[in-house]
């Protein structure tokens, strides 16, 4: 179907380049004979002729194949050719293993052939200069007019599209550090034609220096909403997919990094599935040879692709739950909490993921991570707080789980002596749980948890005191933790001192009132309270209309009543 490798390439560059395009005149023909995906066939052949046309001009033109640049297009371009032949040759002989997978690697074709074309264009149009011939124009002084920028970054576009690796090297680390020091460079980048293309094309060179730096250069361009349409129109998905599976440490760190900014919109998603991107990020998070450091971003590309439904149940069946399970017993922190954030993407809003995970030893691989003993990052503690919160509380077998599991253990600790961040969202935590479950308020009663939300009432921060007040006023409808709270003196006087003194937030005055309702149904309760001298901030409460104070004035003032009576009574 195609000349032989010993053929391919002979004497000289023009030799080069005339069997290019017999190659491509051969395929094209070959693939007229394709009777299926006739609908995908037909822009492939339409962009084979394109390129077929500009070597063609170029042919006629001479000088240009001489150009190191020029050579290493061509290698791509005959590299892509054999694909192409193997392709046609599957679809003749109806050898393909699945009609998606099929459609894809079509897909995938056509965008390295539109590379290709746009690159060799690009050259076309910029002609034949030496490179050590080009003149370097300096970076324009911070102030300098549009124009002045326009000039410089078409000056680099210059020696991308003609010099040799170095220059063109050089010229991305010119346009890297521009666009970081200046964010409008980045529109005028992408305003001058054809510098997206160029560095789209240069994710597709075998050179992983040119390659790194054109990577960086368009994850750079990615951070911008405005401009992400741009890298998508130019092909990009597919060029940065290609650097996953075959690229640089380097190359692929900025290629994540990439994906992760365009994958933000969920439209985009879909593009980088098409193109097989799923499975490349996939591969990443569970090869026993990926550097831990390419997982944790990989893991960050596909939490954002998890919000697409068809490309989440595509990764449940590939057996990505137990890939992310395993993950959590790494060594790496950001692996763990890479593997925890995207678990809990995944089981948002879904039951039957939620007890795959669950069903899997989520908790206990999570429970591991939570353990004090264990040596995490704080980070780690929070993410792992947050997770069980979202996968275990909806579910009452799961919370008693947890509980099998010393989750009141753990939770229990970190109140006590957790750094701040890990303290506080324990407290929130906490606070949810004994919410959820009545298993799980009265196990916690038992446990100790009341004296740490007393404790927290005297936070500085308002947020704090609002979380310890309404856990408490959850725990107390329980009666034997209403019991052992009123049997603490310390916990009554507190209450009502932060009751008195917090003037700023009506929903912890409406938190420690219900407290205060629930404990004084008993008569211990009530005599605590009237005898604690806060009987007017009570009834000035009360005065001021805040809910429920009117129900307790009342409710302690009868008490009160009763009691005189039965003094006088008894006189």
Sequence with gaps: MMPSRSSQWEDTPETHLRQIIECLSSLIDLSKSVKVFAVKWQPIRAKLEELRS?????????????????????????????????????????SYSGKLLMQSDLDIILAKFDLHSR???????????????????????????????????????????????????????????????????????????????????????????????AAKVVSLIAGFDSFKSVLIGAGVVSALIMVLECGSFVGKEASLACLAKLTENSDNAWSVSAHGGVIALMKICSSAESDPRLIHPACGVLKNLVGVHEIKSFMIEGGVIQMFISLLRSRDDNVRIGAM?????????DERTRQLIINGGGIRSLMRILDPSTTVSSRSREVVLVAVEKLCFSSATSIKTLIGHRFLDFLLYFLQRGEVPVQELALKVSAKLCAASEEANKAMGVAGFMPEFVGFLDSKS??????????LSIMVLVP?????????????STLLRV???????????????STLLAITRSSVGRRKVINSGYMKSIEKLAEGEVQDAKRLTRKLSTNRLRTMLSGIWYS
Excluded at 144 to 162: P, Q, S
Excluded at 341 to 349: D, N
Aim: with cysteine; net charge negative.
């Design 54 to 94: 500009v070597l063609a001009s170029m042919e006629e033109g001479g000088g240009v194949q001489g150009n190191p640049a020029f050579s290493r297009l061509m290698s791509a371009v005959m590299s892509s050719v054999t694909e192409g032949f193997d392709l046609v040759r599957r679809c003749v002989d109806l």
């Design 119 to 213: 690159s060799l264009s690009g050259m076309r149009a910029a002609g034949v200069v030496a490179p050590g011939c080009a003149i370097v124009v300096p970076r324009p002084a911070s102030g300098a007019c549009k124009e002045e920028m326009r000039f410089y970054v078409r000056d680099l576009l210059g020696r991308l599209k003609i010099g040799d690796a170095e220059m063109r090297r050089q010229a991305l680390v010119s346009l890297r550090e521009t666009i970081s020091e200046n964010e409008k460079y980045v529109r005028i980048v992408v305003e001058v034609g054809g510098v997206v293309s160029v560095l789209v094309g240069f994710l597709d060179l075998s050179d992983r220096e040119v390659q790194e730096e």
């Design 341 to 349: 954030e995207i678990l809990q993407a995944m089981a948002s809003g």
């Design 462 to 471: 308002s947020e704090v005191r609002a979380t310890a007040a309404e856990a």
């Design 480 to 492: 034997k933790s209403r019991k052992r709270f009123i049997q603490e003196d310390h916990h009554v």
């Design 499 to 513: 009751l008195d003194l917090d003037d700023g937030n009506s929903g912890i005055k409406q938190s420690l009132i």
